[in-house]
């Protein structure tokens, strides 16, 4: 790791702990991810891209019983 | 705040997003934020494979899991974690598989709609969208 000098406003600085200390992480790694977030602009987002092209197909969402959709997968693979 | 995943909420991601909505709308949340981290099941990939795989395409289903991989933090699902979880007063093992990687882990919380099942769980298990006010209020 390398050091940073910043030149801030001391009210942002305040300001800044206390956000940190409340969300019990530190300065240096909000400021790592505001950096991170200029250099690497999110990518297309993969969810939203799948979900519309499922949409598009007309997709049939899975029901809610986990249970059932288990036990049908034992049953193709197993029996 | 440190999230685990339960296999539920992970299946709503994929392929239930217009039954619950605020399942994605957390787990982007959680994703984007400076603050809380993420993390899903140790071990929970096969199951995530079986269940999507009956909706979707080989292709398609794996690159959902490889998106999850890349977006998530997988604690290792070591060999105290399985025991941990087989010690536990839990009904079903997967379940308890899953609170234990999320106290492994040191997660917070567990993001489940599967509340009911996880009332032995040392890590309390809220569903997204009672997680969503939380993080709302948090802020």
Wanted: hydrophobic letters at 45%; a negative charge.
């Amino acid at each position: 790791m390398a050091k940073l000098t910043l030149h801030v406003e001391p009210d942002i600085i305040d300001a800044a702990k206390t956000y940190a200390q409340a969300h019990h992480v530190s300065l240096s790694k909000l400021v790592t991810h505001f950096f991170r977030t200029l250099m690497f602009p999110p990518a297309p987002d993969f969810w939203r891209q799948l979900h519309t092209t499922l949409e598009r197909e007309g997709f049939t969402e899975p029901p809610n019983d986990l249970d059932a959709l288990r036990q049908a997968h034992v049953q193709r693979q197993y029996q | 705040m440190k999230v685990l995943f339960d296999l539920n909420v992970l299946i709503d991601v994929a392929c239930r997003w217009r039954r619950f909505p605020d399942a994605v709308t957390l787990y982007r949340q959680v994703l984007a934020s400076p603050v809380d981290q993420d993390a899903w099941p140790g071990g929970g990939d096969t199951t995530l494979y079986d269940i999507i795989r009956q909706s979707l395409d080989e292709e398609r289903t794996r690159a959902m899991l490889a998106q999850f991989g890349a977006e998530l933090t997988l604690p290792p699902l070591t060999a105290e974690v399985v025991a941990t979880a087989q010690r536990r007063q839990m009904a079903d093992l997967e379940d308890a598989c899953v609170a234990a990687s999320a106290f492994a882990a040191g997660c917070d919380v567990i993001a489940s709609r599967n509340v009911a099942d996880c009332q032995a769980s040392p890590i309390v298990a809220q569903p997204p969208t009672v997680l969503l006010a939380r993080l709302t209020q948090a802020r």
